[in-house]
């Protein structure tokens, strides 16, 4: 069974201070790990995806980086708006993987001024 | 494209009632995916379809729950009856290759 588990489960940083959300999974071979954002009362909102190891996606103050155990949302000088929960998901070749995601509980990110 | 279409977005009902959640995906989305989402439990994948049949529906938590998709535009998630521990935040996403995206949401409050 997929098994996805996000660190820290909730960060607190001041606008500028950058750091990185950690994402560690477990998977009958990889066939894609997936960033999400997700605002209060909003849906998930698709940020990047990651394929192999090596791999790395960039988007404004957001960088995705992927190993073969782990992979880290790096934020660099966070804004405000950047606040929000990360999800990680990981989709797997195995038994009833298909196209089906195995998400993590998510980082809830808080940027203060 | 107006994005992934979920209709109502808060239902109140009452214990024992029926249940119904609206979706209507991306034109030209081969895939839907109806998830739950709690604070205990995080986001969980119910069922999934591919081309209007149900593909995998072991997330399906009861026989209370069923989902059916009658055409490429549109999908409902049925709970019957309902309990208060059916109290979530329901997603519906839909996706034409690896990526998925989710609509508003439905929060539905059992009493």
């Known amino acids: 069974e997929d098994q996805v588990t996000q660190s820290p489960e909730a960060l607190r940083l001041q606008e500028g201070e950058s750091s990185s959300l950690n994402c560690s999974y477990t998977?009958?071979?990889?066939?894609?790990l997936f960033w999400y954002r997700q605002d209060p009362g909003k849906g998930p909102e698709f940020l990047f995806t990651l394929y192999s190891a090596g791999e790395e996606k960039e988007k404004e103050r957001l960088k995705a980086t992927l190993t073969k155990k782990e992979s880290f949302l790096h934020i660099t000088a966070p804004k405000p708006e950047d606040s929000a929960t990360y999800l990680c998901?990981?989709?797997?070749f195995g038994r009833g993987g298909g196209n089906k995601l195995t998400f993590g509980t998510g980082t809830q990110l808080k940027v203060e001024l | 494209d107006a994005g992934v279409i979920q209709s109502p977005r808060h239902e109140v009902t009452e214990m024992g009632q029926e249940v119904t959640l609206r979706c209507k995906p991306i034109s030209g989305h081969d895939y839907l995916f109806w998830y739950r989402q709690t604070m205990m439990r995080g986001l969980e994948l119910l069922i999934y379809f591919n081309n209007n049949v149900p593909i995998d529906d072991s997330g399906m938590p009861e026989d209370r729950f069923s989902a059916k998709m009658p055409n490429a535009s549109f999908s409902t998630l049925k709970i019957q009856p309902s309990e208060p521990r059916d109290s979530a935040v329901y997603f519906c996403?839909?996706?034409?290759?690896?990526?998925?995206?989710f609509g508003p949401g439905t929060r539905l409050t059992v009493l």
């Open positions: 998901a990981v989709r797997g």
């Open positions: 996403a839909s996706s034409w290759e690896d990526t998925q995206y």
């Open positions: 998977v009958s071979g990889l066939r894609g």
